[in-house]
């Protein structure tokens, strides 16, 4: 059963820090990962999405790595700003359609 | 363009109730989903289709069923509602031919249920 972890559950910065956000997974049998964004009370959007066969994406201030064999996606967002407070979940797609999704990243970012 | 939608928005059920929690998509998707999230927890699969009248469980259909008659809706109902349903449920939709090869998928705003 695929488990996927995402460290740390929550994380306040100062305006201007870049943010790391760590994703990690059990099965390195994926076809590709998503990582999303919920903002309170709201349903998920997506940011990015890497192909299993991927390196990296990039949107904008945010990039998204991945390393299958390990087990990691890391989300970079570039020189934070309020407007990215929100909680910050990635998504492992494997080969049956059934995604699973870490519990997120809270994510809290100070004027 | 609507998107996915989601009715209602929030429902307060009584122990033993049945209701259903309406999903439609207007982007002719093949593939629709519902999730529950809990606090402290991810998104969890309930059932999915990958098409009209193609249904399937997921990681947690117990006390859920689903049916999918059309392209555009895949209700979901709660048989017999018990206080462990509480949660906040969502419906997602993608395209499925694409969906392994890295399509996105598009997500309601969530029903939020309370099961007194």
């Known amino acids: 059963k695929q488990e996927v972890t995402q460290i740390p559950a929550a994380l306040s910065v100062p305006e201007g820090e870049n943010l790391v956000l760590n994703c990690s997974f059990t099965d390195s049998a994926i076809y590709n990962l998503q990582w999303f964004r919920q903002d309170p009370g709201k349903g998920l959007t997506s940011l990015l999405l890497i192909q299993s066969s991927q390196r990296e994406q990039t949107s904008g201030r945010l990039n998204a790595s991945l390393d299958k064999s390990s087990g990691r996606s890391t989300l970079y967002i570039a020189a934070s700003q309020p407007g990215d407070s929100a909680t910050y979940l990635c998504?492992?797609?494997?080969?049956?359609?059934?995604?699973?999704f870490g519990a997120g990243t809270t994510v809290t970012v100070r004027a | 363009n609507a998107g996915v939608t989601q009715t209602p928005k929030f429902q307060v059920l009584k122990t033993g109730q049945s209701m259903t929690l309406q999903c439609a998509q207007d982007?002719?998707?093949?593939?629709m989903s519902w999730y529950r999230q809990d606090p402290g927890m991810g998104l969890r699969l309930i059932h999915y289709?990958?098409?009209?009248?193609?249904?399937d469980q997921g990681e947690v259909p117990n006390g859920y069923n689903v049916s999918r008659s059309t392209t555009e809706d895949f209700p979901l109902r709660l048989l017999s509602a018990a206080p462990s349903q509480t949660s906040v449920y969502f419906c997602?939709?993608?395209?499925?031919?694409?969906?392994?090869?890295?399509?996105?998928?598009?997500f309601g705003a969530g029903t939020r249920l309370s099961v007194l």
């Open positions: 289709s990958v098409g009209a009248g193609i249904t």
């Open positions: 982007m002719n998707h093949e593939y």
């Open positions: 997602a939709s993608s395209t499925l031919k694409t969906l392994g090869q890295g399509n996105i998928q598009y």
């Open positions: 998504a492992v797609n494997p080969y049956d359609y059934k995604l699973s």
